[in-house]
């Protein structure tokens, strides 16, 4: 069982990559610090440098994979900014690595995937308004506009707002690009995967260990009790949408952690607009170059 993996070296994501090694899993991981491969880790995973933030390094990465069938794909890596920031390539950063950055290195490893092989990308439920979270909600999943978002008349003017409307509208293209490519990339099972609020995890890092970690103390006390969650949980039910026999057959299924189960819900009004979709994956492969 061969799987290739993002947002393996850190939170829920490296719990998920220790139960995968843990299940014999032959699994490479990609790394912004390869050196700096985590203990827990050990010598039990093949480690690549990836960073996200350019596509070529999208593209280094998926070249040095090599040939070989790859069994799972799990797309887990993903940030949070407290500033606004732009990607190597020029792109809002947040939309950079957690959306296009994972589209490119699903594109590039389509004709590599095994039949039947699972492709899980991490989305989240602040990409539904209906969810009523912190994070600001998505307005839009216009790829043009969420990377440039200086031509986005829907743009928040507000630095913590547009932070957060990057990040939740970043989750939501998670979402549709599972749903799209379940469509464009048949016989593969395709899902989304959202953890629930799971504190403790670096992903507000940004925002300094202080805020950080108060953030981790009060949230869980002001949601909702099921839509919070802790690292062995999220990360547990991650590596089972990898390896686990019921999740073998998904169409672009969106899978939500609820109190201590994962379920399959219908994702937002925005996530299941399929003209939308489509449109995301085209305008996605004109904006990493595809054709
Ligand atoms: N925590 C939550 O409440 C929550 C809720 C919903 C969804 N999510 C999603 O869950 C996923 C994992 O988040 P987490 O909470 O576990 O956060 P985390 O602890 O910060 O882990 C994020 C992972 O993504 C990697 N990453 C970030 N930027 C990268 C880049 N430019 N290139 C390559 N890798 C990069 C990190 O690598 P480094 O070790 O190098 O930093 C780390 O492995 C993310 O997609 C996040 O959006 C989290």
């Given at each position: 069982m061969r799987i290739v993996m993002t947002g393996?070296?850190?939170?829920f994501g490296l719990y998920a990559a220790e139960r995968l090694a843990d299940a014999g899993a032959s699994l490479t991981i990609g790394a912004r610090?390869?050196?700096?491969?985590p203990p827990a880790l050990g010598g039990r995973v093949a480690v690549l440098p990836l960073d996200l933030d350019a596509l070529a390094n999208v593209r280094a990465f998926a070249a040095a994979l090599g040939e070989g069938p790859i069994d799972a794909l799990v797309l887990n890596a993903g940030l949070q900014l407290a500033k606004p920031a732009t990607s190597?390539?020029?792109?809002e950063r947040t939309f950079a690595v957690n959306h296009l950055a994972h589209y490119l290195l699903l594109r590039l490893l389509a004709p590599r995937l095994a039949p039947g092989a699972r492709v899980i990308l991490t989305g989240s439920g602040t990409h539904d308004p209906a969810e009523k979270t912190p994070v600001t909600p998505p307005v839009h999943a216009d790829a043009d506009r969420l990377a440039y978002?200086?031509?986005?008349?829907?743009?928040?003017?507000?630095t913590r707002q547009a932070c957060f409307r990057a990040y939740s509208s970043s989750k939501l293209c998670n979402i549709m690009t599972a749903r799209e490519a379940a469509k464009r990339l048949p016989g593969l099972s395709v899902m989304s995967f959202d953890p629930g609020y799971v504190p403790h995890t670096g992903l507000g890092r940004d925002n300094g260990p202080i805020i950080a970690s108060l953030v981790s103390y009060i949230l869980p006390l002001i949601m909702k009790r099921d839509r919070s969650s802790t690292i062995p949980r999220s990360g547990q039910f991650l590596a089972d949408l990898a390896l686990a026999p019921q999740y073998a057959a998904c169409n672009g299924d969106y899978w939500s952690v609820r109190g201590p189960a994962l379920l399959r819900l219908a994702p937002s009004d925005l996530a299941r607009d399929d003209a939308a979709c489509a449109r995301l994956w085209d305008d996605s492969a004109r904006l990493v170059d595809l054709a």
């Open positions: 393996a070296t850190a939170g610090h390869p050196a700096a491969r190597a390539d020029g792109f978002p200086g031509t986005d008349p829907t743009a928040e003017s507000r």
